[in-house]
C-alpha cells in the first residue's frame, strides 16, 4: 500500500463516516425517535448519562484489551495504540454491513508484514462476540418469555431459538478450534493464497481462547447493563425486565442483515417490539444507546485514523 492510497482511504474513511452520522443523526431517519422522545429527555439526570458514557469507555476499553491479547502472539502492542486502533476499526464498521470491516481499521495500526496475520486474528475475536451474543441471547428467551411478551412466544420464538441454537454450537465449535477455522477461511478461493498466514492460529493455546472469551463476557455485561440501565431511567422499564429483554434485542439484531442505512431503524424497531413500554421512549433509548456507543467512538476513530502514524511499507 502506497502512502497516497492510505492517505486516500484515511480521507474516504472520514468523509463517509461524518457524512453517514450527520445523516442518521440530523436526518429524518433518525430524528423520528430523537425528537418524539425528547419530552422523556427530562428523565435523563445528569448521573444516568455519565454512567452511561463510562460504561460507553468501558466497552471498548475491554475490546481493546481482547484485541491486544490477540495481537500478542502476532506483535506487541500498547493499550493505548489498541486502544485507538479499536475506535479506528468502528469508524470503518460503520459503513459496512454489520459492521464487517471493522478489522480493517484495526488492522492498520500493525506493521505492513504482520496486517494479514491480524486480519484472521480479529475474525476469531468477533466469534467470540458472537457466541457470548448467542449464547446469552438464547438463553434469555426461555428464562425470560414471560416478561418479554409476543417477541417471547409462538413461531416466532421458535425460528429464533432455533437458529440462535444451531449457529451458537457451530460458532462454538468454530471458536474453540482456531487451527481449523483457519484451514477453513484459507479453503476459499478468495483466501488461498494467504494460507501460509492463516496457521498463525495454530499458535492461539487454549488459555487464550478462554481469556479473549471471558473478556467478552464481561464486555457483553458491560453494554447490557447499560442499555437497560438507560431504559430503566428514561423508559420507565422495570429494571428485571429490561435484563431480560436486551440480550434478545441483541441476538435478533445481531441475526438480522443491516447496512448502513437501516441499521438504526432496525435496533429502533426491535426494541419496540420485545421491550414492553411507551414506544417512543424505548425507540429514543435505542436511538440514543446508539449515539453513545457507536456515534461517539466512530467520530473519534475517524479522527484517530487521519491522525495516526500508520507504516504504508514493510521494514
Excluded at 36 to 62: D, K, Q
Excluded at 132 to 160: E, H, K, M, N, Y
Excluded at 210 to 219: G, T
Aim: net charge positive; proline share 4%.
Amino acid at each position: 500500500m502506497t502512502r497516497r492510497t492510505l492517505q486516500i482511504i484515511r480521507w474516504g474513511v472520514f468523509t463517509l463516516a461524518v457524512a453517514f452520522l450527520c445523516a442518521r443523526v440530523l436526518g429524518d431517519g433518525a430524528e423520528g425517535p430523537l425528537r418524539s422522545g425528547w419530552s422523556s429527555i427530562e428523565l435523563l439526570s445528569g448521573p444516568v448519562l455519565a454512567g452511561v458514557s463510562l460504561l460507553m469507555l468501558c466497552n471498548w476499553g475491554l475490546e481493546a484489551r481482547k484485541w491486544q491479547a490477540l495481537m500478542g502472539p502476532i506483535q506487541r502492542l500498547p493499550f493505548g495504540r489498541a486502544f485507538w486502533a479499536t475506535l479506528a476499526g468502528t469508524s470503518i464498521g460503520l459503513i459496512t454491513p454489520n459492521r464487517v470491516g471493522e478489522f480493517v481499521g484495526r488492522v492498520l495500526f500493525l506493521d505492513p508484514e504482520h496486517r494479514v496475520e491480524g486480519s484472521f486474528a480479529s475474525l476469531l475475536g468477533s466469534i467470540a462476540q458472537f457466541v457470548v451474543t448467542l449464547l446469552i441471547g438464547g438463553l434469555a428467551l426461555p428464562f425470560g418469555q414471560d416478561l418479554i411478551g409476543d417477541a417471547g412466544s409462538g413461531w416466532a420464538w421458535r425460528i429464533v431459538a432455533s437458529s440462535a441454537f444451531l449457529i451458537g454450537c457451530a460458532a462454538v465449535l468454530l471458536y474453540f478450534s482456531p487451527k481449523a477455522f483457519g484451514r477453513l477461511m484459507a479453503g476459499l478461493p478468495l483466501l488461498r493464497r494467504y494460507e501460509r498466514h492463516a496457521r498463525v492460529l495454530d499458535t492461539f493455546d487454549r488459555s487464550l481462547l478462554m481469556r479473549v472469551f471471558a473478556i467478552s463476557a464481561v464486555r457483553y455485561a458491560v453494554f447490557t447493563l447499560q442499555f437497560a440501565w438507560l431504559l430503566h431511567a428514561v423508559a420507565e422499564v422495570d429494571f428485571v425486565h429490561a435484563l431480560l429483554a436486551v440480550p434478545v434485542v441483541f441476538l435478533i439484531t445481531t441475526l438480522v442483515p443491516t447496512t448502513v442505512l437501516t441499521e438504526l431503524g432496525v435496533r429502533g424497531s426491535v426494541a419496540v417490539f420485545v421491550v414492553k413500554g411507551d414506544p417512543v421512549p424505548v425507540a429514543f433509548c435505542s436511538a440514543l444507546i446508539w449515539i453513545i456507543n457507536i456515534v461517539a467512538p466512530a467520530l473519534a476513530g475517524a479522527v484517530a485514523l487521519l491522525l495516526a502514524r500508520i507504516r504504508t511499507r514493510v521494514a
